[in-house]
């Protein structure tokens, strides 16, 4: 059952366009993450959802109850921002329970629920610390604490790691999903760090100037990019330019070397230019394996990336990237050696411009 | 080269001390001279013994505190709204909110006085309208005092935060934005107090009891005590400063972001 709607959400601001026919039903529970380079518009659709901007078109709906043009203290949402926006002032306790006090709450309900909201996060012992006594990270707990303590219908969070180190990034990434999940709140996640909302989502929205590219799970987000910058915005990706040679057996021609794809390539003709995408790791040395595909190939450059090694080569004239896992007995080509590299007929997408 | 700098600091830095000091020790030693051929503080207790003293200095320090309520009144709410809403507005609002420095207080009052002595607003004998001048004066320390809290907090998020938590404007004012500005609100407000105690020209002509109306009035009759009350302003005033220093030192806005 649709728990979020966004219907033909747009948004301009001076009569320039920052989100446009943007279409969203989310289920109660899940998890979906709005993906995006800065200024594709996916804090400014969360913050339609907050009700801290009003859409110039379209409907929001919480359980089919229109809250488009609701002040944000009318609608039952809590926040996550970036910067924490702990309240100075409070302490811990006090700023987990301040939604609370608003509500009118009793002093028990409200020192109940804090502390149920404490043992939460793991913070039982800093009740009564001042926000500038915390860690980045324990900051962002509370922040999380507080906005859960008022039981939100939908929980938004806005970069909420972006100010953290990459260290306690991914602990408390992995913490914010487990808490999600236990609760079974709804949850809004805006990041621009793809591996974050790989890990974390349910489902990815991948946004581009101001304009949904692809709306999928991880898994098809990853593995089958719609779009060219879908594929190149998540992951690494090698791209170059092709051309169809038989549609019917979807093989296409690069710099003169024919590969064949399992894409359906119904709506083309020959001769059509087109658009291939390769994952670094779909790609390997023929020598262990021949898969439907062999190129020939100039080994450039080898770059270690601990668990991967990264391998550059000259096919025809197109620069590819190759992963391979590390393996202390792998034997690596040499610079300027020539091999041949291999991939399966899955692993060639044939992309929308 | 570098001991004659050392020795040209240290002169500078004497006469300046010389400068700023020496008519204010000339003014105490000359205050504790009101008895013949001994040191006292005879002049100070004639001054505390004047009921005349009392009753203007009470209205100044009246006026000085109704100057401060309207003062946060008016200007907590409006550089709050003008940093969250309207912020292109800023510039502009720096500019008039030094106005007070630039039109003289003699042109103000008389402004004041042919505005309100006439309908529709006949306030010229109301203490309202001194308050209201009060206001405008103090207006420059008060407003930036408050400005420069709200920079230091993020003024937005904050307000945001406390609005996903369902709080209206009341709430979000007195609860966060006014306890988080307490200590530029405090200066402002001790800057206020230091300008309406030592404001001798909007109560002279809008004729209400004041305390620098009285002193100006004293120097005409007598010669000690009003050297005594020139001692105590002195003391007011820095008494008011000391106090800024101490509710400001060591309690500076914690970061609203960014961890340690």
New interface residues.
Partial sequence: MTHLSLVNICKQFAGISAVCDFNLNVEKGEFVSFLGPSGCGKTTTLRMI???EVPTTGQVTIDNIDITNK???QRN???V?????????MTVAQNIG??LR??KESNAAIKERVAEMLALIHLEKKGNS???Q??????QRV?LA??LA?RPQVL?LDEPLS??DAKIRVTLRAEIRAIQRKLGITAIYVTHDQEEALSISDRIVVMYEGKIEQVGSPFEIYNFPKTAFVASFVGTLNTATAEVVDPVNRLIAMDGIQLQSAEGMDDMQKGDKVSIAIRPERLSFAAQEKKANVLDCKIENITFLGSVVRIQVLIGNTHFYMDTFNNPFLELPKIGDKDQVTCSREAVLVLKA | MKRGNKAWSWFLMILGILYFFLPLVATFVFSLKAKLGVLSFKAYANVFNDPAFVYNFSASVLWAVLTIVVGILLFVPTAYLIRLRVPKLRSAVEFITLLPFVVPAIVFVFGLVRTFSQPPLLIVNSPVLLIAGYTVLSMPYMYRAVDTGLRAIDVRTLTEAAQSLGAGWGAILFDIILPNIRVAILSGAFLSFAIVIGEYILAQYLAKPAFAPYMAYQIQQKAYEPAAMAILSFALTWAAMGIIDLVGRGRGQAPVGGGH
């Avoid at chain 1, 921002?81 to 002032?89: D, E, G, I, S, T």
């Avoid at chain 1, 915390?134 to 900051?139: A, M, R, Y």
Wanted: glycine share 14%; hydrophobic share 45%.
């Fill in positions: 907050a009700g801290f002040a944000p203290n949402v809590g926040m921002f970036q910067a924490y926006a702990l309240f100075p002032n301040y939604g608003i509500r001042y926000p500038h915390l860690s980045g990270g324990q900051q922040a507080r906005a008022i938004l100010a953290l």
